[in-house]
Structure formats: C-alpha cells, structure tokens
C-alpha cells in the first residue's frame, strides 16, 4: 500500500504528459467525503483537512465500499482466469497422461485414440516452433522496413491511410487467410517448391521427392503474412514516438537519413521493437486455424521446409479433436497445456522487456 | 554531375556540394538490372518472369551500391541502398495483401444472393448448389454478443479498480497479468472452456448428464479471449481523464464511487466503446474456440444454452475443409460476410476514436 511505486501512471508507451499527472492516486489530493479506504500513512492529513467531526464517519458497508468491491473483484477476474486456465488444463491431462504408453516429450507421433494410447509432444512443438520461428524471420525485416517507410519516408498523409490499412488488416480473422492460403496461394508457393527443389535440392531444407505444397514453407508464408500487420504497427508506433530533437541532432551534424535512423530512431525503438516481435512471435505459435488448414499434418521432426507434412500444436487440436475419445481429448489438453506454458513464457518476456524500456524513457522524459 | 562551384581567388574551382548522381540514374540502373536479369533467366532457361523480377531487384540493389559509391561515396551509397531495401519491403507486403483482399472479393460474390443469408445448410448434400449461412450468422451474433454481456462490465470494472483503487504491487501484478493474457492463444481458451465449462459443469446443468457443447460455452471462451483487450483499452482510457474533473468533483463533497460512475466514465466513453468495439471484432473472427465447445452444426439453433451451434468463421472452417464442388463458394461467401462484418466494426471503431474528446 505505502509505495506507490514511480511508475503507477505508465499508461501508454509515451510517456506523454497527460499521463503525468496521475503519479498520485486519481484523486488523492481531494479527499472525498466518503472516501473509507483511506491508506494508514494518508489518515492525519485527511483527518486534519475535514476539521475534526465535520466528516460523516466511514462505514463498513457502504456504497463506496461495496463499489471498491465490486471492482477489486472484477480486477482480480484476471488473475483467477490465468490460474484456472492452469489448474483445469492440468487436471484433464493427468489421466491423459497417465494412460500414456510412452514419454509424452520425447515421443513423435500421437495416437491417443488406441486402446494402448501412445503419444508424445517432440515433433508438434518441433513444428509449433519451426513454423513460428521461420515466420518471423521472413515478416520482421519486411515489418520493419514498412514501419520504416511509413514512419519516415512516405509522406504524411499516405503514412496516414497506409497505417489505417495495416491496422485494419491485422483484424482480419485468420480463418480467412488460412482459406487464402489453402486456395490461392499454395499453387504459387507450390511452383516455388518445386523450383527450389530443382535448383537447390542440394540444401537439405530443399530436399525430398515431393509431393510439394501444404509443408512447412506455406504454413510459415501464410503465418508470415498474418504477423507482417501486427508486427509492423507496433514497430511502427515505437519508431514515431522517436524523440524529434534526437533526429534533428543528427541530421544537424550531417548525417544521411540512413544514419540518422541508425543512430537515433533504430537504438531508441529496440526494446520496442523486440517486444513487438515477442508478441507476434507468441501470435505464430498460437495460430490455429491458418495452420490447421495449410500444412500436411504429418507427424515427423524433419527441417524439410517443402515436401507435404508439418504440423503443430495447435492445428493439431483443430484438426484431431472431432474424431478424439476421453484420452484422446486429454492428451489434446495436455499439448494445450504445453503450448499455453510456451506462449506465457513468451509473453512474459516481451512484457517485462516493453515495462523496462517504460520507466527508460519516462525517465529520460 | 551538376556541382555548384566556387571559384576561388587563385582560379581554382572549389566544389561545396559533393556529386550527384542524376535523377534518372536509378531509373536507368533499374531497366539495365531487367534486361540483364531477363537474358540470365531465358538464357539459361532457370524460370519465369518473376524469377526475374527477383534478380532484376538484386541486381538493381547492387548495381545502384557501386555505381553510388564511385560516383557519391560511401555513405551516400548506404544511404540509398537502404532507402531502396525499405521501399521494396513495402512492395513486397503490399503484394500478398492485395491478393487476400482481391481473392476474397472476387471469389466472395459468386454466391451472395439471398438464400445465402435466408438459409441453413441442414439437409443440404454434396451436390446441392443451395445452402447458407444463416444459422451461423445467428450463432456469431449470438455468441459475440453474450460474450460481450459478461465481458464489458466485468472489464471495465476491472480496468477502474487498476486505474482508481488498485495501488502496489497487487495492482501492478493484475496489470503485469492483463498484458501477458492478451497473448494467451485463442486454442487454449478453447481448452480450457472445454475442461471447465462442457466437460466438467454443463453435465449438472443437461437432461441426461452428459457434458454438451452449446453457443453459451462459445461465449464464455470469447470473454476469456475479450477481458483482456477491454480491460487494457479502458485503462488508458480511464487514465486519460484529466484530474481536475475527478478533483472539482471531490469538493464538492461527491463520493468517489458516484465520481467514478457520473464524471469519469461519461468522459472516457467514447474511448471505452472504441476498445470494445475493437475486442468485439476480434472475438466475432475466432474459430478455434467454438470448433472446440461449440461443435457445429447445420442447423438453426436460436437456443445458445443448449445443443451446437455454428458461427460464422467455423462455417468457413468447415466448407472450406469439406470436399464438395460448392462448398469452396460458400466458404468464400462467408469469409467475405465476416470479414464485412469485423472491418465494419474497426472501422466505426476507429472514426468514433477519432470524434473522442480525450484523445492520445
């Protein structure tokens, strides 16, 4: 209670000066008339304001502080969901898991259905990671090139609209690029695999006799392209909020626009833009349905990126739980429950890199 | 080429500005990078045009490096390979984007007609051209909407007591959780209804005992997905009512609750529909959640409380995964009625942000 820690008013990622003025509590300097929850240290200042018995005295059960309640409990909502989230999961996938014939992390393929069922995480995760992994190496350089150009070469007004696109585009569902992908762009990508393999089987990521087309590459294309929005939105917010006086500076001193934006912008939005690619990386490797639909689902670890096959956690369950028995859907919990550790752990990471680079500037402001 | 000079007093011309390359260098280096990327293609026979598209933009990339260095230098020549490499990124994504939006149009009208958005798909076999969307488009507008009943006041609920009451740690621990929950993925809030709503609590609420799938269990796992986002936009929003109106409030003896209810809420509200709008949109495009606890069907069910029901983007799922010579159409048809229906939503999402008072 006692300390209010410096950085209670860090709303936004600027630290702009609206929020400034919110170090206090909302409010703490005025005292209300009913406020009941007054903490210990602020008691004798509010006391000594209200002059003595001018203050209606507090009451336990109040509107205030049946409102406080009320509020207190919606906020901790959260915290129980994460923990049920935990709790639930890992109850139905203990008997899953005890019925297990084999090391669920080491085993490859996933029949749970079997009388003897027989199932193991290694080649999903494999799959989950290597499709999410090569996603992001192809979306980030492009994302940060159309942040780039829209936060500092197009002009304003086409900046503008072209960032009210993207922003639109990243709330197209995924079913729809998933039913893009399987449609329209698996015979493209198909050509190119079929190409690569001609040219370049010699790499063992081109390898393979075929058939090409729903693998890896496609599934990590498709993936690309539905992280490309979030990606280049967040960077390119963090790259605008560059301080001008920074940019000014080094273009004063006769920098080219490419080092004042290696030496300015790039080094001030890096932990904004690492965090920006933690949390598209923890979208790739939650996406379902896309991947549901584009890869082969085969159960393999290989890093073959075009011959059919590829799977992952998550598509994984879309397309196994219809035809899944008691164990079955336990086992399919059980690899909810990995991907669920997985991405939290992501998550956590971008947050606590994005809070850091917070107090940073708002330090600096 | 064209370099301003000085002459200095000994005759001697001093240049003040460094070389140039002309205009129309970057233009002519890009025909030459084709054409030559053309007769490597054909020549050795090793693929089409776009293979040389490709190259012609390798070739242009270094090709514009030399010819900048030895006529601008080094820096120069950095700076417009950059300049370039980031303008192609901007092509390159363009690319597959206008392609979804160009598909889904075009493909989406062949079969947007009235029996579309009159009809179900019960009774409708592999070889009927017929069949619609009906009973998915009640089902999304039914889950998203409950999901949104539960979600908008316990969110923005939630968003008030970090904003107003919350202080220390605890506080910035349920803060720290919202963020990481935003990236929880839409699967394991599936799950996790699945565990907790149909497998475990829906058999005492059924006729027989039997854990069943219903649009009701589709909702709760969509709140699970919405709290977060609410909570989070509410939150800014709520920290951007100025101070002064909650002070002048203050004294005048209003309690804080009533300050809250009648004074801040009111002035964040534009912003406070805004995120939800934003929340509702991206809830209405989940699949994998209903595939999960909603199971499906292909019948009308106004009834979200009990038996499956479809949605929208499950009936794309589901058409798209079917084998049928008509069901790639009607699958087209309803990706193009749910994405309508999410843009609609950001869009208005978005202007009404624009109108807010408080703004960032």
């Given at each position: 209670?006692?300390?209010?820690?410096?950085?209670?008013?860090?709303?936004?990622?600027?630290?702009?000066?609206?929020?400034?003025?919110?170090?206090?509590?909302?409010?703490?300097?005025?005292?209300?008339?009913?406020?009941?929850?007054?903490?210990?240290h602020r008691a004798p200042d509010g006391g000594g304001l209200g002059g003595g018995g001018a203050l209606p005295r507090r009451r336990a059960f109040g509107a205030e502080q049946l409102f406080r309640v009320l509020t207190l409990a919606a906020g901790t909502m959260v915290l129980v969901i994460i923990v049920a989230i935990a709790i639930f999961l890992v109850s139905k996938a203990v008997p899953a898991l005890q019925a297990n014939h084999e090391n669920f992390f080491t085993f490859k393929n996933w029949a749970p259905n079997e009388g003897e069922p027989r199932f193991g995480i290694a080649a999903l995760a494999f799959g989950t990671v290597l499709s999410a992994v090569i996603a992001l190496l192809l979306a980030v350089p492009v994302a940060l090139g159309i942040a780039l150009y829209l936060s500092h070469y197009a002009h304003r007004r086409i900046a503008n609209t072209l960032g009210f696109l993207i922003d639109l585009l990243a709330a197209v569902p995924s079913v729809?690029?998933?039913?893009?992908?399987?449609?329209?762009?698996?015979?493209?990508?198909?050509?190119?695999?079929?190409?690569?393999?001609?040219?370049?089987?010699?790499?063992?990521?081109?390898?393979?006799?075929?058939?090409?087309?729903?693998?890896?590459?496609?599934?990590a294309l498709v993936l690309a392209i539905m992280v490309l929005p979030i990606v280049t939105s967040l960077s390119r917010e963090v790259f605008m909020q560059t301080p001008t006086a920074n940019e000014e500076a080094a273009l004063a001193l006769g920098a080219t626009k490419w080092e004042m934006i290696r030496t300015s912008v790039l080094p001030y939005g890096r932990p904004g833009v690492v965090a920006a690619v933690m949390l598209g990386l923890g979208r790739a490797l939650g996406e379902t349905i896309a991947l549901a639909m584009t890869l082969g689902a085969t159960f393999a670890i290989s890093f073959n990126l075009i011959q059919s096959g590829g799977n992952s956690i998550a598509a994984n369950i879309a397309n196994g739980f219809s035809e899944s028995n008691d164990i079955g859907r336990g086992a399919l919990i059980a690899s909810g429950l990995v991907l669920f550790t997985i991405t939290l752990v992501v998550n956590m990471t971008a947050r606590v890199i994005l809070n850091r680079r917070r107090e940073f500037t708002e330090g600096a402001a | 080429m064209s370099a301003s000079t000085l002459v200095s007093p000994s005759g001697t011309g001093v240049e003040l500005r460094g070389r140039r390359l002309s205009k129309w260098a970057p233009l002519g280096i890009a025909v030459l990078a084709l054409v030559l990327a053309a007769v490597v293609v054909y020549g050795t026979g090793i693929g089409g045009w776009v293979l040389v598209v490709v190259l012609g933009a390798v070739f242009y990339l270094a090709a514009l490096y030399l010819v900048a260095r030895n006529v601008e230098g080094q820096r120069a020549a950095n700076n417009r390979t950059w300049s370039a490499l980031i303008h192609s990124a901007f092509v390159l994504a363009v690319l597959p984007l206008s392609s979804v939006v160009w598909t889904l149009v075009s493909k989406g009208v062949a079969r947007l007609d009235g029996d579309f958005f009159g009809t179900s798909m019960n009774n409708i076999g592999a070889r009927d051209a017929n069949g619609g969307a009906y009973h998915a488009i009640i089902g999304t507008l039914e889950q998203v909407g409950i999901a949104t009943l539960i979600t908008v006041p316990l969110g923005v609920a939630g968003a008030i007591y970090i904003v107003e009451y919350g202080r220390g740690r605890f506080a910035n621990t349920i803060r720290f959780f919202v963020d990481v929950m935003t990236g929880i993925p839409s699967i394991v809030a599936g799950l996790f209804i699945l565990a907790f709503w149909v497998l475990i609590v829906s058999p005492h609420f059924s006729a027989d005992g039997r854990p069943g799938y219903s649009g009701f269990a589709a909702a709760l796992a969509l709140s699970v997905l919405m709290l977060p986002t609410i909570v989070r936009s509410t939150e800014e929003m709520l920290r951007l009512v100025p101070a002064p109106l909650r002070e002048g409030s203050y004294a005048l003896g209003i309690p804080k609750w009533k300050t809250i209810l009648k004074i801040v809420l009111p002035t964040?509200?534009?912003?406070?529909?805004?995120?939800?709008?934003?929340?509702?949109?991206?809830?209405?495009?989940?699949?994998?959640?209903?595939?999960?606890?909603?199971?499906?069907?292909?019948?009308?069910?106004?009834?979200?409380?009990?038996?499956?029901?479809?949605?929208?983007?499950?009936?794309?799922?589901?058409q798209a995964t079917e084998a049928g010579r008509y069901s790639p159409d009607r699958a087209w048809t309803a990706a193009l009625t749910l994405v309508a229906l999410v843009l609609v939503l950001t869009i208005a999402a978005k202007l009404l942000a624009r109108r807010s008072q408080i703004s960032r």
């Amino acid at each position: 209670m006692g300390e209010t820690p410096p950085r209670s008013a860090d709303a936004g990622t600027g630290g702009s000066g609206v929020t400034t003025s919110h170090d206090r509590p909302a409010g703490a300097s005025a005292q209300s008339a009913e406020y009941s929850a007054t903490p210990s240290h602020r008691a004798p200042d509010g006391g000594g304001l209200g002059g003595g018995g001018a203050l209606p005295r507090r009451r336990a059960f109040g509107a205030e502080q049946l409102f406080r309640v009320l509020t207190l409990a919606a906020g901790t909502m959260v915290l129980v969901i994460i923990v049920a989230i935990a709790i639930f999961l890992v109850s139905k996938a203990v008997p899953a898991l005890q019925a297990n014939h084999e090391n669920f992390f080491t085993f490859k393929n996933w029949a749970p259905n079997e009388g003897e069922p027989r199932f193991g995480i290694a080649a999903l995760a494999f799959g989950t990671v290597l499709s999410a992994v090569i996603a992001l190496l192809l979306a980030v350089p492009v994302a940060l090139g159309i942040a780039l150009y829209l936060s500092h070469y197009a002009h304003r007004r086409i900046a503008n609209t072209l960032g009210f696109l993207i922003d639109l585009l990243a709330a197209v569902p995924s079913v729809v690029f998933g039913l893009w992908g399987r449609d329209v762009f698996s015979g493209p990508v198909t050509d190119l695999s079929v190409w690569l393999n001609k040219y370049f089987s010699w790499i063992p990521l081109f390898g393979g006799e075929g058939p090409f087309g729903r693998a890896i590459l496609l599934g990590a294309l498709v993936l690309a392209i539905m992280v490309l929005p979030i990606v280049t939105s967040l960077s390119r917010e963090v790259f605008m909020q560059t301080p001008t006086a920074n940019e000014e500076a080094a273009l004063a001193l006769g920098a080219t626009k490419w080092e004042m934006i290696r030496t300015s912008v790039l080094p001030y939005g890096r932990p904004g833009v690492v965090a920006a690619v933690m949390l598209g990386l923890g979208r790739a490797l939650g996406e379902t349905i896309a991947l549901a639909m584009t890869l082969g689902a085969t159960f393999a670890i290989s890093f073959n990126l075009i011959q059919s096959g590829g799977n992952s956690i998550a598509a994984n369950i879309a397309n196994g739980f219809s035809e899944s028995n008691d164990i079955g859907r336990g086992a399919l919990i059980a690899s909810g429950l990995v991907l669920f550790t997985i991405t939290l752990v992501v998550n956590m990471t971008a947050r606590v890199i994005l809070n850091r680079r917070r107090e940073f500037t708002e330090g600096a402001a | 080429m064209s370099a301003s000079t000085l002459v200095s007093p000994s005759g001697t011309g001093v240049e003040l500005r460094g070389r140039r390359l002309s205009k129309w260098a970057p233009l002519g280096i890009a025909v030459l990078a084709l054409v030559l990327a053309a007769v490597v293609v054909y020549g050795t026979g090793i693929g089409g045009w776009v293979l040389v598209v490709v190259l012609g933009a390798v070739f242009y990339l270094a090709a514009l490096y030399l010819v900048a260095r030895n006529v601008e230098g080094q820096r120069a020549a950095n700076n417009r390979t950059w300049s370039a490499l980031i303008h192609s990124a901007f092509v390159l994504a363009v690319l597959p984007l206008s392609s979804v939006v160009w598909t889904l149009v075009s493909k989406g009208v062949a079969r947007l007609d009235g029996d579309f958005f009159g009809t179900s798909m019960n009774n409708i076999g592999a070889r009927d051209a017929n069949g619609g969307a009906y009973h998915a488009i009640i089902g999304t507008l039914e889950q998203v909407g409950i999901a949104t009943l539960i979600t908008v006041p316990l969110g923005v609920a939630g968003a008030i007591y970090i904003v107003e009451y919350g202080r220390g740690r605890f506080a910035n621990t349920i803060r720290f959780f919202v963020d990481v929950m935003t990236g929880i993925p839409s699967i394991v809030a599936g799950l996790f209804i699945l565990a907790f709503w149909v497998l475990i609590v829906s058999p005492h609420f059924s006729a027989d005992g039997r854990p069943g799938y219903s649009g009701f269990a589709a909702a709760l796992a969509l709140s699970v997905l919405m709290l977060p986002t609410i909570v989070r936009s509410t939150e800014e929003m709520l920290r951007l009512v100025p101070a002064p109106l909650r002070e002048g409030s203050y004294a005048l003896g209003i309690p804080k609750w009533k300050t809250i209810l009648k004074i801040v809420l009111p002035t964040a509200l534009p912003g406070i529909v805004t995120g939800i709008m934003l929340a509702v949109a991206r809830a209405a495009g989940e699949t994998a959640p209903v595939l999960l606890v909603a199971g499906g069907t292909a019948a009308i069910n106004f009834n979200p409380f009990e038996n499956n029901q479809s949605s929208l983007s499950l009936f794309v799922y589901g058409q798209a995964t079917e084998a049928g010579r008509y069901s790639p159409d009607r699958a087209w048809t309803a990706a193009l009625t749910l994405v309508a229906l999410v843009l609609v939503l950001t869009i208005a999402a978005k202007l009404l942000a624009r109108r807010s008072q408080i703004s960032r």
